[in-house]
């Protein structure tokens, strides 16, 4: 039962990183750096599922601690990045209105018609549903998947 748990906490962080994709390469949304730093626990959280396959059984516990601190991390990353969206605190000063809002471009970059856009601000709400952005969703999911992976530690201890 405990293995069960790690495995549909591993793919719900692994689907959180498909959704995402989607919204970037289907749906045109492209991601600040904060969205980049929230999915790399995720990834990290799928990987060590899929550990759980080929590690063996005295290592299973490990694996499922530091899946649930993979988790916890994107979680505190999206309830960080929430508060940059709601105006609770300030965000890096690279992607957020109150800093360098040219992020380090010259005026020659500027002028230079066919370099790609690569400027997407943190403090801005690109997707929300029922009043939440994707950070606040990613922070909620996220600690449901902690939750999962405790559990599954839990059930194996």
Known sequence: MGRTMAY???AGSAAIL????????????????????????????AILAMLLLALPKPLHGLTMA????AAAVTGAIGVYHTGIERG?????????????????LTG????????P??????DDVAWSM?????????ALASFAF????????????
């Open 108 to 115: 020659t970059d500027l002028l230079d018609f066919n370099a």
């Open 88 to 104: 609770w605190w300030q965000g890096p000063d690279s992607c957020t209105g109150s800093g360098d809002a040219l992020g380090g």
């Open 8 to 10: 549909l906490a591993g």
């Open 18 to 45: 498909l959704g995402a994709w989607g919204f970037q390469y289907i749906g045109g949304l492209a991601p600040c750096p904060i969205c980049i730093w929230q999915r790399w626990p995720h990834a990290v959280a």
């Open 130 to 138: 029922f009043g939440l952005s994707m950070a606040s969703w990613n």
């Open 117 to 122: 856009v690569t400027l997407v601000m943190c």
């Open 66 to 69: 530091l899946g649930a601190v």
């Open 146 to 157: 902690a939750a999962l992976w405790i559990m599954a530690l839990r059930q194996r201890a």
